[in-house]
């Protein structure tokens, strides 16, 4: 098959990006699965994220075996980088993303592919559902979206109807690349929640269709729930709950919604504001008093007004926290969540649950 890229390179359809890290166990079962499509016309690219275990070797093991695969290792700088990196290099017309600890089913990017509109001058999204199995291969649940194509005037019906908020999981998807290098959409290094949700969300802002499609061929492996909380420092959370009002403001200005009609969006982005809301609080965060303060401050004073109509919190604890909130009680909010935390409610402390 005749490619033409940039300086000469050859060009296939689809550019795999699979980042690596301490993955030794999982990695060849990924990587064997892609190998495996039905979709002959790809490039595999193994991103190694300064992985301390033999994954790297592992992903040069591999890359001698077959001539679509390229390898690329780097200092260790977090998925968003390895995925960033991924899309530098990539030569496909269309880039797809696996997590190394996953896998998935032969006709993966067929599929992917194939529902792709045969207008090749307009550029879209493509979203599929997925399984989540267990590390034994028991089906946990399935995610199967109904058929479904929306065009550019339609899009509103994206956020009023489907939510597609909560399709913000990196897996499943089918994402142009030239349109990507156009508007310079990349994953956000200093986020450590969300950036799928985000990098989806940019891109909307820029295509022109959305395809929803049935097929669940993507493995997402669902481990046990680790016993510790997820700690990241208050300035990731600030960031991502900043960067989501950003696009959220975007997209309503775009598409012409009203608040009502923006409340999906809005419910999703509290996610965000619960996580940098808590992480102060968290075990491991040794923060001092006048920071915590500090940063309740910033926090609240951001967007006041969609905190007090879309922050709706799940404990009773946190319906007195919000008031406390909402008339700058910053003080006493501060003494009731070290409270709650000395008497071990830690459930106060965990995010509402986000799909993958």
């Not at 060849?28 to 699965?33: F, R, V």
């Not at 019906?157 to 990507?180: P, V």
């Not at 006048?290 to 604890?317: G, N």
């Not at 910053?330 to 709650?340: A, H, K, N």
Request: hydrophobic share 40%; glycine share 4%; charged share 25%.
């Amino acid at each position: 098959m005749e490619r033409s890229g940039i300086n000469g390179t050859q060009r296939c359809k689809i550019s795999v990006i699979v980042p690596v890290y301490k993955a030794e166990e999982t990695l060849s079962k990924c990587i064997s699965s892609i190998l495996e499509q039905s979709f002959p016309d790809f490039e595999l690219l193994l991103i190694d994220d300064g992985s301390p275990d033999d994954s790297g070797l592992i992903c040069e093991e591999w890359g001698g075996k077959d001539k679509r695969i390229r390898v690329f290792h780097q200092q260790n700088t977090g998925v968003s980088a390895a995925r960033n990196k991924g899309l530098v290099e990539a030569t496909g017309q269309y880039v797809c993303f696996v997590d190394s600890d996953d896998w998935i089913k032969t006709d993966y990017l067929k599929d992917l592919y194939d529902a792709l509109l045969p207008d090749n001058s307009k550029s879209g999204l493509i979203i599929h559902g997925f399984a989540e199995c267990s590390p034994d291969g028991r089906v946990i649940s399935e995610t199967k979206l109904q058929d479904k194509i929306l065009y550019e005037k339609q899009f509103a019906e994206a956020f009023i109807q489907d939510d597609i908020c909560r399709l913000g999981y990196i897996c499943s998807k089918l994402y142009r690349k030239d349109l990507i290098d156009k508007h310079d959409i990349t994953f956000n290094t200093e986020v450590a929640c969300c950036e799928d949700l985000l990098f989806m969300l940019e891109y909307l802002l820029h295509c022109d269709y959305i395809v929803y499609g049935k097929c669940a061929h993507y493995i997402y492996i669902k481990y046990s729930t680790s016993l510790s909380i997820r700690v990241n420092p208050f300035e990731s959370e600030y960031i991502c709950f900043l960067q989501y009002i950003s696009l959220a403001e975007q997209i309503k200005h775009k598409y012409d919604l009203s608040s009502e009609e923006m409340e999906a969006v809005y419910c999703s982005l509290m996610i965000c504001f619960r996580r940098a809301l808590k992480t102060d609080y968290l075990p491991g965060n040794s923060i001092l008093r006048k920071a915590r303060l500090k940063h309740l401050r910033q926090l609240v004073d951001t967007r006041l007004e969609i905190i007090r109509f879309y922050y709706r919190p799940v404990y009773k604890i946190d319906l007195l926290g919000k008031y406390l909130l909402l008339h700058r009680m910053f003080y006493l909010y501060d003494l009731l969540m070290i409270t709650v935390f000395f008497l071990g409610i830690r459930s106060v402390f965990l995010s509402p649950k986000i799909v993958l």
